[in-house]
């Protein structure tokens, strides 16, 4: 492993972990179950959003989101789900990092709820018919979708939500305290500067028109 910085005080082996925190016990390791039992399922019925966790062969890590109408993940049994890829920018990291390497970490959140859903397991891309005609809306079906072979699944408590005051109205930030996603993509690929500020404005008019006509 490459030194991330020259610190003296790092800790590098899961021995000096335990020794500060010492060991997880009880129930908090009893509940990771190998299965998508009636709790499991009625969590990702209702979630709307995850986030997914892959690396690519040499371990490099990534982390995406994927969001759609609740339900839009659909269980297909015991121990299978698969999530539908609607179009996006056709970077393909995740994908890319699964056909490489197939182990993954799911996240599912629900709006208002501070508990999560984490799913390990192992996926892999499948453009299986019967999986996509479930996915389909507004008659188009996504190309792909990503099937996940489950591991474990546990239900994570609410100290990082309550922390962060995630879901509550007076926490929310306006979003005109930082430039637009074009703005900000542009300046930070020096693009910016080669535009007048009309053109620019037309670059979040662009992302804005997709958003309404390519989400599927």
Sequence with gaps: MDDLHPDPH???????????????????????????????????????????????????????????????????????LAIPDRPGNNRLDTMVNIVENPNVGLIFMIPGFEDTLRINGRAEITADPAILARAEVDGKRPKTAIRVKVAEQFFHCAKAFRRARLWQPDAM??????????????????????LKEDEILACDAAIEENYRTELY
């Excluded at 335990?18 to 969590?43: Q, T």
């Excluded at 709307?48 to 659909?74: E, M, N, Q, Y």
Aim: proline share 5%; with cysteine; charged share 30%.
């Design 10 to 80: 790092r800790i590098a082996d899961s021995a000096g972990l335990r020794a500060l925190y010492g060991h997880a016990e009880g129930l908090a390791l009893r509940k990771s179950i190998p299965r998508l039992d009636r709790h499991a399922r009625d969590f990702i019925a209702r979630s709307p959003f995850l986030c997914i966790a892959t690396a690519d062969a040499r371990g490099r890590a990534d982390v995406s989101p994927r969001g759609d109408k609740p339900g839009f993940v659909h269980v297909l049994d015991d121990h299978h």
């Design 173 to 194: 930030v306006d979003r005109k305290a930082m430039p637009t996603l074009a703005r900000i993509i542009l300046e930070q690929t020096e693009e910016a500067a080669k």
